[in-house]
């Protein structure tokens, strides 16, 4: 079965700049949504969207902006990248409201390390 | 806002032997759904079990159950049989009917001794 992709798997930056990771939700799923993963420690939900519109904002640093475009993939832009930013970035995606979208089904994931 | 506790860092088992992973949560909806979540070494999220507040049976898929007591706000995953590939970070997590986010306990990490 299909799973939710995520680009690239694997980012290196410098401090200061700019990073843009990519997800690409399960086909016919129209939700999508963000965490955080700190070394050690539990998931933190950034945001999420729904049929292209924000649907929930969790904790996400205003250098941080994300988007849900017309083929429902998303892209997490990461601007002025701060040390404390290297972390597995997440992203799930869920069924229509119709039927089970209560639950999330995560990507493999984007480790970001900013030097 | 509501919180989930794990209050087991880590925990051991045996191959074959029968463990359970205890969590709690904290809230004061009376629509939401709960969910275990295991971490391998991959550090992929993989989906274990789900259970819906309004569901008095509790949910099983396979070798893994949970027993769910509402009034307690209690959820624990009891894993049956267990395997080496059993081994990984247990997340248990919690969704409000009219919340899109999940929330996450810190996680138990789950040894299984050959």
């Known amino acids: 079965a299909a799973g939710v992709i995520q680009s690239p798997r694997h980012l290196i930056k410098e401090k200061r700049e700019t990073a843009t990771l990519k997800c690409y939700p399960i086909p016919r799923h129209d939700t999508v949504y963000w965490y955080q993963q700190g070394p050690g420690q539990d998931p933190q939900f950034l945001i999420s969207?729904?049929?292209?519109?924000?649907?929930d904002k969790g904790s996400i640093p205003d250098r941080f902006s994300a988007q849900q475009f017309s083929d429902y993939h998303s892209e997490l832009n990461m601007s002025s990248l701060e040390l404390g930013d290297s972390a597995l970035y997440f992203c799930?995606?869920?069924?229509?409201?119709?039927?089970?979208?209560?639950?999330?089904?995560f990507g493999p994931g984007t480790r970001l390390l900013v030097l | 806002a509501q919180t989930v506790t794990q209050s087991q860092p880590e925990m051991s088992v045996q191959e074959a032997e029968t463990v359970t992973l205890s969590c709690t949560y904290d809230t004061s909806e009376s629509d939401y759904y709960l969910f275990w979540y295991k971490q391998p070494p991959s550090r992929q999220m993989i989906l274990v079990i789900r259970q819906e507040a309004y569901k008095q049976q509790n949910a099983t898929e396979n070798r893994f159950s949970v027993n769910f007591q509402k009034a307690a706000k209690s959820f624990s995953l009891k894993i049956s049989d267990s395997q080496l590939g059993d081994a990984a970070m247990y997340f248990c997590?919690?969704?409000?009917?009219?919340?899109?986010?999940?929330?996450f306990g810190k996680g138990t990490k789950l040894t299984v001794n050959p």
């Open positions: 969207f729904y049929e292209k519109m924000q649907s």
């Open positions: 799930a995606s869920s069924r229509p409201r119709t039927s089970g979208a209560e639950t999330q089904y």
């Open positions: 997590a919690y969704r409000g009917g009219g919340s899109e986010k999940l929330v």
